[in-house]
């Protein structure tokens, strides 16, 4: 066996059964021991970032990792935006990047560059094998390293000669697992006295205290004793949602909205989840969204279990049962006319099906989205926590290929589509379950309205055509189709709906190309 | 006026009149300043790795560099590949990377990450700009770091306040001319005696010893009176060629081919090029492709100016005054029949016309283009000299842009042109003149090769599933169709002939996907 063998037999040892892959010449023998190792699932993308991001849609759904394997520095390059996605959601991936023989360093080929400088900058672990007989115990410590506590990306670059090179005495792989520490009761007492202390407190919930609808349940009870207002960060890397889970307000993008959700709170008490602060700054406004005089205080945070520790604070406030006042079930009507974005709110909230999968780019066209959904049947959410564009296609493919039991539901806007589109011929290829509703509104429109924010730009000038998308515009039923996956286009609200329902029963990836209004809408 | 407007304003007086620009929020400022400073040109990209392979293309053929606006860490990422290739070419460009405010970094926002620390992986220039009032020398600074010598990749590191804030007190941009030094007397005699000295020198020459035919013609000088085999590196920045330039020999992409090459050599003289070494490290290969005993003189480097050294070490051989046998003007016979890559090869030749640009990333499928246009009329070459793929669509956006006074060719091979396709929007909005070959193979064919250079592998194997570009099929057509470029596929050699001979004379870009025989062929 060699290392590359070694590798992948580690991997599946430690339970990592599935490789987003865009390998290289480097990452040759790694390629050929999938052939050795059948019980290991590569799937090829087109490109780096699809294979990130689908580690990363993966990871989030199934909470372990998977691995993806990269083409020496470019390639890491190409994979950034979407892993340092995965690492702002603190999702588990095993990233191996190949690189060049050890032997080989020293010439300075063209494609030689300084790998540890740029992984480093996302990595939880990081390490380069030394040596075939090192491998085994490499691989199973990046399993644990991506696993944690906390939990996040961990990064194994492998030259390539100890890839080709033969394992003579193998180290033994040690699977690890740490638990996760419950909060210690002192600080439990401590975080139910200050909520019962504050006049107006606000329970601040991300991380794992949303991504299942126990953990919603006892922050919810917390609320209902407490008076606190429950509030979920801005974006979180999945959250459980729909009709019987808790009412809650995500924390807004825009300062401003946020400021107003946060007005007169006197104590924050976050759990897994920053302090608010905005996303952007802005010259007129502040960055931090504590409002002046409040409080914030830490609970829980992503390296204990947070779930138990929200039920011991429950616990330690004699909250009820069950939270008082869960989401009721209810649909939009269907809608008709024209294709709105409130049009496409209502579609895609008589869309949703039990269990589903929603991955969440739409941005400005699916501003209606959230509202007409929350009382649609119990499904999973993910956002763009790490705000670099291009996520939703590959996490959509990671997710298809984590939950294939259900089908998943892609909403992507037309901009932050084109930075990895090449993710719907790997949805082709692997025949993975996901619709795609296209948003097309021809515009950075997100941009549009932070450049009015900016300061006022007439229509048709230099500026404002760096952020519109017409001539030529984009048709996305061509570019599906040369990828392999069908598509068609909606004109209408009844033609989105029809396209959805035709979609909801078909075998492999579908899109259909949403246009709404030009711009924002 | 703020930072932004000096940042452009400054950019302008030193030369940089052009912007490939990916902008987000924290760029808005940058975009609306455009508006005051109409002499900047700024191109809209879909897709950084667009922007910096656009930058790249451009500085390649105009010797100065464009400016690039990426939106922070993960517009760094995403154009990261393609800066590497502009490193390695030496491509002077200056990239701008929006950033936080620094009054926001303390928030630790999603988009937050350790630009610096990528940057400084693959720029010879690299700075944050503190303060609105040193934007404008700063941006001087990086044009100046951008021309070196030696040139390349200069980041100048945009904080948004210092992008909005006021200009009280503006630095004066000082606008810098570092003159590149003639090696010296002694180090011309130096060479010329180390090439009357060896039994059988080789004259390895790339960089600017390759970019003008002056330059090629004095190497031939050389070549010819010291006997000397003359060699270009093996993916040059940008070489001229064709008709009437010296006949030269690339060094050949395969150890085992290039060591043929050098059989026998007892000097290298290098001449802005690295000593020959292998482009990626084999277990059966040496590494070191200097033959056993040979000596390597580096001659003139990317500090110097190469070519009036090269001038300098021919009149001290007392070479005649023009090389004795540069290339005869010829041309293939048109081909006719299956569209083989011979045929794909001989219809190139028989398309370059007087002064073309080729931007070449046509790897395996292209392999019998460069014999078939060796006699074509004079074009210059450009080369994927970094080794990450992506490259050619982009490069041929930017080359489109530097030089509009001819049409563009681009020869594009199907796994590497998905990377960047979406460099086919930023042609076709600005109705650049590329002609896009696409060479459909339906393979990574060059790693099937390199594959069974590993080991055998079994066709439909997990592994060779993995170099597999079939299981849908890519449909260029469809695809350029889907970003407004014209396209049409040749199936035969015949109809691959007619449609360049239409898009010789199109306005606009033009796609032409040309179906060779599936793999490697």
Not at 317 to 335: E, Q
Request: proline letters at 6%.
């Amino acid at each position: 066996m060699n290392g590359a063998g070694s590798l992948l037999r580690s991997l599946i040892d430690n339970d990592v059964d599935v490789c987003f892959s865009n390998p290289g010449t480097s990452e040759m023998h790694f390629v050929a021991a999938l052939d050795d190792v059948p019980e290991m699932r590569g799937i090829l993308a087109l490109f780096e970032g699809v294979a990130t991001g689908a580690a990363d849609g993966y990871g989030r759904v199934t909470g372990k990792p998977a691995g993806v394997l990269l083409h020496l520095g470019p390639g890491l390059g190409n994979g950034l935006a979407n892993l340092h996605n995965a690492r702002r959601a603190r999702t588990p991936v095993v990233t191996i990047v190949g690189d060049h023989a050890t032997t080989h360093a020293r010439y300075d080929a063209p494609l030689q560059s300084d790998i540890v400088s740029v992984a480093g900058t996302l990595s939880t672990f990081l390490r380069v094998s030394a040596s075939p007989n090192d491998v085994g115990a490499d691989a199973a410590d990046a399993v644990a390293g991506a696993m944690g506590p906390p939990s996040g990306v961990a990064t194994l670059i492998l030259p390539a000669d100890v890839s080709w090179g033969e394992v003579s005495s193998p180290s033994r792989p040690t699977t690890h697992h740490v638990a996760r520490a419950v909060v210690d009761p002192d600080n439990v007492r401590a975080a139910a006295h200050a909520l019962r202390a504050a006049r107006r407190p606000a329970l601040l919930i991300g991380g794992s205290a949303v991504a299942s609808e126990e953990a919603l349940d006892d922050a919810a009870r917390i609320a209902d004793i407490s008076g606190a207002i429950l509030m979920m960060e801005t974006f979180p890397s999945i959250a459980a949602r729909g009709a019987g889970t808790p009412q809650i307000s995500r924390l807004g993008y825009l300062a401003e909205f946020a400021a107003a959700q946060l007005d007169g709170v006197d104590l924050i008490l976050t759990v897994d989840a920053a302090a608010p602060a905005s996303f952007f700054a802005y010259p007129a406004f502040e960055s931090n969204l504590v409002p002046e005089g409040a409080d914030v205080m830490a609970f829980a945070g992503p390296s204990q279990d947070v779930p138990r520790s929200l039920a011991a604070l429950a616990d330690e406030l004699g909250a009820a049962a069950a939270p008082v006042a869960p989401v009721l079930s209810s649909r939009p009507d269907r809608p008709q006319g024209r294709l709105t974005s409130e049009a496409l709110g209502a579609a895609i909230g008589g869309a949703i099906t039990e269990g589903m999968v929603v991955v969440d780019e739409s941005n400005t066209g699916g501003i209606h989205v959230a509202g007409a959904t929350a009382g649609a049947p119990r499904h999973d959410w993910l956002t763009l926590t790490g705000g670099a564009i291009g996520y939703g296609l590959p996490a959509a493919v990671g997710a298809a290929v984590g939950r294939p039991e259900v089908r998943i539901l892609c909403l992507e806007s037309d901009g932050s589509a084109m930075y990895t589109l090449q993710a719907l011929w790997t949805m082709a290829r692997e025949s993975l379950n996901v619709t795609v509703v296209l948003l097309s509104n021809r515009s950075y429109a997100i941009l549009n309205l932070e450049l009015a924010r900016v300061g006022a730009v007439a229509e048709g000038s230099a500026a404002a055509s760096m952020l519109d998308l017409t001539g030529p515009e984009l048709d996305f039923v061509s570019l599906a189709k040369g990828m392999g996956v069908p598509a068609s286009r909606a004109e209408t609200a009844d033609e989105l709906v029809k396209a959805l329902e035709a979609a909801s029963t078909a075998e492999g990836p579908v899109l259909i190309e949403a246009m709404l209004p030009a711009g924002l809408s």
